[in-house]
């Protein structure tokens, strides 16, 4: 199992940019799928965007098509989010998570580590 630490996060105005990072330790972590997550207040957790292992397929929610980039190195252990044109809609915890099948990884109870989370708001 992994374990997933992620960092980036913080305070942009609205069109800006951030880039947020997820860095994985223990074991396997080229085994497995990665996403992204994230929890605005009052709001359910959400899936924002997926990689299989090698990279070579992504997968994204309809309000970030266009705008985020889930990319990963294998050879760092770590996972990336590039989040352009940020709107203030997109204020919210984001998690990353690990997950053995990249088909079933939207699903919460195929998620096998999550991270503690990185906060990002926008301002409008």
């Known amino acids: 199992q992994v374990q997933l630490v992620e960092s980036g996060g913080g305070l942009v105005q609205a069109g800006g940019s951030l880039r947020l990072s997820c860095a994985a330790s223990?074991?396997?972590?080229?085994?497995?799928?990665m996403a992204w997550f994230r929890q605005a207040p009052g709001k359910e957790r959400e899936f924002v965007a997926a990689?299989?292992?090698?990279?070579?397929?992504?997968d994204y929610a309809d309000a970030v098509k266009g705008r985020f980039t889930i990319s990963r190195d294998n050879a760092k252990n770590t996972v990336y989010l590039q989040m352009n044109n940020l709107k203030a809609e997109d204020t919210a915890v984001y998690y990353c998570?690990?997950?053995?099948?990249?088909?079933?990884?939207?699903?919460?109870?195929?998620?096998?580590?999550w991270g503690q989370g990185t906060q990002v708001t926008v301002s409008s």
């Open positions: 998570a690990a997950g053995a099948v990249y088909d079933s990884i939207r699903d919460f109870n195929n998620i096998r580590s």
């Open positions: 223990g074991r396997g972590f080229s085994g497995y799928a």
């Open positions: 990689i299989t292992w090698s990279g070579g397929n992504t």
